[in-house]
């Protein structure tokens, strides 16, 4: 079984790696303006974490 720590570990990953791939290709097209694009990071990035921290600290509490 894998914990809860490296799921969480995993899934930031795999939000920074699409972050970067969006972020290339949004420098190479010039679609979005870039604070927005930071912004939409940060939202996405922390609503992870805290339904993460939900999730298993829920668990927790149960058992």
Known sequence: MVS?????KWGERILFLLYSVVLMIQIN?????FPFL????????????????RKY???????
Not at 57 to 63: K, L, Q, S, W
């Open 57 to 63: 600290d829920r668990e927790a509490r149960n058992t």
């Open 38 to 53: 930071y912004l939409d990071f940060f939202i996405v990035l922390y609503s992870y974490r805290f339904y993460m921290e």
């Open 4 to 8: 809860a720590r490296a799921r969480h």
């Open 29 to 33: 097209t010039g679609i979005m303006s």
